[in-house]
């Protein structure tokens, strides 16, 4: 799962994936209504490959935490992430992640990774299946005699 053409862009709902790249500027792609719209160098961009939760021990790749959510919940998240208190939202980011840092995560980024995780399933962007490693194809099976 490559999360590396998938944005965020401060101060704009949603997430965007890159399109194309132009001098100065990137076209972004809205994943909640599609429309393509340009994103500036001033713009304040994250790239969900690079986007980690904090946890107590290290800090968490964002992919690794969708992985955790898809292990627990499935396709859906089976809680309204929206209307949840703060109580419940902690209560389900530590059912899915029980060694994040509760100091340093907030109700509003737990509530953000929930809602990215259910926009990027919706959107069929999120693929949990393991790639199988060349030198593991590579190795020859023992055969019983």
Do not use: H
């Not at 859906?76 to 902690?90: G, I, Q, T, Y």
């Amino acid at each position: 799962m490559d999360l590396s053409k998938i944005v965020s862009i401060s101060g704009k709902p949603g997430l965007y994936m890159i399109k194309s790249q132009a001098i100065g500027r990137l076209i972004v792609e809205s994943l909640i209504d599609g429309k393509c719209t340009p994103a500036f160098a001033r713009d304040r961009m994250s790239s969900l490959e690079e986007i980690s939760i904090f946890s107590v021990d290290e800090d968490r790749p964002l992919k690794e935490v969708f992985k955790m959510i898809n292990e627990k919940m499935g396709e859906k998240v089976d809680f309204d992430f929206k209307k949840a208190s703060n109580d419940e939202l902690r209560a389900k980011f530590l059912d899915v992640m029980p060694d994040y840092d509760q100091d340093a995560v907030y109700p509003s980024d737990m509530r953000k990774v929930f809602a990215w995780y259910q926009m990027l399933m919706d959107k069929n962007l999120l693929d949990f299946t393991e790639e199988e490693k060349p030198a593991e194809e590579a190795a020859p099976e023992e055969k019983a005699e």
